[in-house]
């Protein structure tokens, strides 16, 4: 608490709540839950929204991005909001060219590939963070004692969007540059690390009360790589946070095999994806780390006595961790009913601790 103090920016009204205890290792009376991209397509009233709105500039107007941040927290009674925003906006306000394109994703003007595309790449300046202050202020007005959840992308998925223009399967590009080049590499990761760590400490000196890292396409790297050439620089972004005492997720895709290894740059809980049980992750991370997930997005298109029964057994496999919110493995699938995940959020709440 005493850290609190040190940090009026950390909003003390959101500390006792289900989400951030969990966070913080403690179980509470009920079990949290929130989706990820719980905010978006699933819902009318976002598509209605952002008719003739680009992505990127949604994001970028505070009203309009506090508006769809709240949009879920009040349909679903989920835990916790997360900020709408992509992981690309730092890299955008740090001055790279980049759109994201329906269907498709994050597509670059230029990729960024050579030593004199990366030594081009200007410092990263706090102040463009301006409107995405303004958005998490106006949403935590709101929300009360509801915590807002801050993210960023990892440097690795990041450079992967960066390195090959646009979506990519294996990053084969990436993971070249990697290693025929390790130089022009770490330097195009500490340049990512500073824009995703200060959008991160955008948010929380704006309100956020905890954090996660996407470091969704991590599960192409091998461990050895990830250790020697990624991971140094996950740490570096969340060492922007430094001084603030928020809880910090983080999440990879098929990144079962690098638990130990994420957790290890900083993190405080893990996100697990639907393809390894709560229980073989709370083993691998030694039964000290609080853990969230892991609802196999697949089946919320399942009949719902299917999709009740794996959330119970998604329930019971994480007891033995020492906090756990719920989660899916991935994000909400675009073509989602909206009342499925009500109806998911009222059996999470419902099931005794
Ligand atoms: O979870 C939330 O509700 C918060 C908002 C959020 C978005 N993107 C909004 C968004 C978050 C946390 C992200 C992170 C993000 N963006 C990641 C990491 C998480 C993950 O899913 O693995 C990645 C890899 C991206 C890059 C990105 N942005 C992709 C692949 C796409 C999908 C493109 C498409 O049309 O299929 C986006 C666009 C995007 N980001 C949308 C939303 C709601 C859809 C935009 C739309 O409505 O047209």
Do not use: K, N, Y
């Given at each position: 608490r005493a850290s609190l103090a040190n940090h009026p920016?950390?909003?003390?009204?959101?500390?006792?709540s289900p989400l951030i205890r969990a966070y913080r290792g403690q179980r509470a009376d009920t079990l949290p839950v929130w989706f990820m991209r719980?905010?978006?397509?699933?819902l009318p009233e976002y598509r209605a929204l952002r008719t003739d709105v680009a992505m990127l500039d949604a994001c970028l107007d505070p009203a309009l991005a506090s508006e769809i941040t709240l949009q879920p927290v009040r349909r679903h009674g989920v835990d916790a909001g997360i900020l709408f925003?992509?992981?690309v906006v730092p890299v955008k306000l740090g001055g790279v060219g980049v759109e994201i394109v329906p269907g498709r994703g994050p597509v670059l003007e230029h990729p960024i590939r050579s030593a004199s595309d990366v030594a081009a790449l200007r410092p990263i300046d706090p102040d463009v963070f301006s409107p995405i202050r303004e958005a998490v202020a106006l949403t935590v007005a709101e929300l009360g004692s509801t915590p807002l959840i801050g993210f960023a992308g990892a440097p690795f998925t990041l450079a992967a969007y960066l390195v090959e223009g646009g979506p990519s399967r294996d990053h084969l590009r990436a993971r070249t540059l990697m290693h025929s080049d390790p130089h022009t590499w770490a330097a195009l990761m500490n340049w990512v690390a500073d824009a995703s760590g200060e959008f991160l400490r955008a948010q929380v000196e704006a309100g956020a009360s905890a954090v996660q890292l996407f470091d969704?396409?991590?599960?192409?790297?091998s461990v050895e790589d990830y250790v020697r050439r990624v991971a140094p620089h996950s740490r570096r972004a969340l060492d922007h946070l430094r001084g603030l005492d928020v809880p910090k997720v983080h999440f990879g895709v098929g990144a079962g095999d690098l638990l130990e290894a994420m957790y290890g740059v900083g993190a405080d809980v893990m996100g697990v994806d639907w393809r390894m049980p709560l229980s073989e992750a709370n083993r691998r991370l030694g039964g000290r780390t609080p853990i969230q997930g892991n609802i196999?997005?697949?089946?919320?298109?399942?009949p719902w006595p299917v999709l009740e029964a794996h959330v119970r057994a998604v329930v019971d496999a994480g007891r033995a961790a020492p906090a756990h919110v719920v989660n899916l493995g991935h994000g909400v699938p675009p073509?989602?009913?909206p009342d499925t995940l009500t109806r998911l959020v009222e059996l999470v709440h419902s099931l005794p601790q």
């Open positions: 920016m950390i909003d003390g009204r959101t500390q006792d719980q905010a978006g397509r699933s925003s992509d992981i969704s396409w991590a599960g192409s790297l196999d997005p697949a089946l919320l298109a399942a073509d989602t009913d």
